[in-house]
């Protein structure tokens, strides 16, 4: 079925430092979602993104963080600087119409270690 | 505010057993719910929704989950289970807006062991 893939699977960096984490959504998508999971807990909502534009973004999406999707290319989430708390693993997904009785394709995972 | 309740952090049971995960929703307005499986190490993956018609809904290898608005529960099911189905469950729901991205709030999940 439709595939979202997220590069890299684990990445780790200093605290302080730029991270860029990428996601190849499903090709006929035009929503796109960021998640974040510490720890195996709860997924947390970060941010969704439509047409070049953020749409709705949580308290979790700090003013470090942000998303773009230049030309078709990844979906990323940029981190900088860098903290602590933001080691997680973080998710991708997608959708195709962004309704709210759609399903969402997720990723893998980018399993972030800010050391 | 909408909020979504697991309130079993972790359930056992044996290969063929039956098994029920519970999920408590509060919301007054219209909301879509939705059961997702993570296996360890993986993305989430879709089970099952519902937002109108018959409470009861199926999903994929033999799940099913069934709505109940005096509950505010959202509980879901399967007869048999498998090894295999050993993951964490969660339970999403979703504000009925439409064409503005699709944010689904999840719960705490609930970590199915099946033992052998």
């Known amino acids: 079925g439709p595939k979202v893939l997220q590069i890299p699977s684990h990445q780790i960096i200093d605290m302080g430092q730029m991270v860029t984490l990428n996601c190849d959504p499903v090709s006929n998508h035009l929503y796109f979602y960021w998640y974040k999971q510490i720890l195996g807990q709860q997924m947390e909502f970060l941010v969704n993104f439509y047409n070049g534009k953020v749409m709705e973004k949580s308290k979790l999406f700090k003013d470090q963080f942000s998303v773009e999707r230049p030309d078709g290319s990844y979906f990323t989430l940029k981190i900088q600087p860098t903290a602590l708390e933001d080691s997680a693993v973080y998710f991708c997904?997608?959708?195709?119409?962004?309704?709210?009785?759609?399903?969402?394709?997720f990723g893998h995972g980018t399993k972030l270690s800010v050391l | 505010t909408q909020t979504v309740s697991q309130s079993d952090a972790h359930v056992t049971v044996f290969e063929g057993d039956s098994v029920e995960l519970r999920c408590n929703y509060s919301?007054?307005?219209?909301?879509?719910l939705s059961w997702y499986i993570q296996h360890h190490g993986r993305g989430l993956q879709f089970l099952l929704k519902y937002y109108s018609g018959n409470p009861v809904v199926q999903g994929v290898n033999g799940f099913e989950a069934e709505f109940s608005k005096s509950d505010s529960s959202f509980h879901l099911r399967k007869a048999s289970v498998h090894w295999s189905d050993s993951a964490v469950y969660f339970c999403a729901v979703s504000l009925n807006y439409g064409g503005s991205g699709n944010k689904l709030i999840f719960g705490t999940g609930t970590l199915l062991s099946v033992k052998p």
């Open positions: 919301y007054g307005g219209s909301i879509y």
């Open positions: 997904a997608s959708s195709f119409q962004g309704l709210s009785n759609e399903r969402l394709f």
